[in-house]
């Protein structure tokens, strides 16, 4: 099976930087998600990794290192709209079929 | 992008009834659907993976018999929750991945998720 570890939570303050980390081990890797969720709502596509660096887009960026097994996402210039859980899943071949698995999340408060 | 509708947002039902949910993708073929489950301050759960035209792949622990799912049509998958019970409550989210998506950029569109409460 996988194992995807992420801080449960997370408070910083509006302007600042974070940066959310994430470990996982499993086989038959494909890519790594990011995807923030507000309460009661549907998780939005943030970034994707399946090669090793950095990937900016915006205020966000995703790293990933295939050989760690991990992978950072960072948010610049935090916004109070900002507060979210944000999940990182895990896209896995075993077997053959391609299956994404999430991490339990990190609740991220922005504070003033 | 891509637009998956799932219906209906929310549901209150009595205990031993129930429950189908509809997904929907509306601009593209989804080849294979995801249910998921998530209980409050949790993360999403794999239940199961839903292929068109064949029968649904269920997760470890996960009764298929409650859960049943159906993918009869590219652009439609429903997961009925069968005689659901207080413990059935829950946040239940589909997601799909259509044709012309490669096999290295799997991403995934998500439903707008539906709360179950059943009483």
């Known amino acids: 099976g996988q194992n995807i570890d992420q801080p449960t939570e997370m408070t910083a303050t509006e302007g600042a930087i974070v940066q959310i980390n994430c470990t996982y081990q499993?086989?038959?890797?494909?890519?790594l998600f990011w995807y923030q969720q507000h309460a009661g709502e549907a998780p939005t596509f943030l970034s994707y990794?399946?090669?090793?660096g950095l990937e900016e887009k915006g205020r966000f960026s995703s790293f990933l290192s295939r050989s760690k097994g991990y992978s950072y996402l960072l948010l610049k210039e935090l916004q109070m709209k900002d507060s979210a859980s944000y999940l990182c899943?895990?896209?896995?071949?075993?077997?053959?079929?391609?299956?994404?698995?999430f991490g339990t999340g990190t609740q991220l408060k922005v504070e003033l | 992008g891509a637009v998956v509708s799932q219906h209906p947002s929310w549901v209150i039902c009595k205990s031993g009834t129930s429950v189908k949910i509809e997904c929907r993708s509306l601009?593209?073929?989804?080849?294979?659907m995801f249910w998921y489950r998530q209980f409050p301050k949790q993360s999403l759960m794999l239940m199961a993976t839903?292929?068109?035209?064949?029968?649904?792949?269920?997760e470890q622990g996960v009764e298929k018999d409650k859960f049943l799912i159906n993918h009869a049509s590219l652009t439609l998958s429903t997961l009925t929750v069968t005689s659901a019970h207080p413990e059935d409550s829950s946040f239940y989210i589909c997601?799909?991945?259509?044709?012309?998506?490669?096999?290295?950029?799997?991403?995934?569109?998500f439903g707008s998720g539906t709360q179950l409460s059943v009483l």
């Open positions: 997601s799909a991945r259509g044709t012309g998506y490669t096999a290295t950029n799997e991403k995934l569109f």
């Open positions: 499993t086989s038959g890797f494909n890519g």
């Open positions: 990794n399946v090669l090793d």
């Open positions: 899943a895990v896209s896995a071949r075993p077997g053959g079929g391609n299956k994404l698995t």
């Open positions: 601009d593209f073929q989804a080849t294979t």
């Open positions: 839903s292929n068109e035209g064949s029968k649904a792949t269920y």
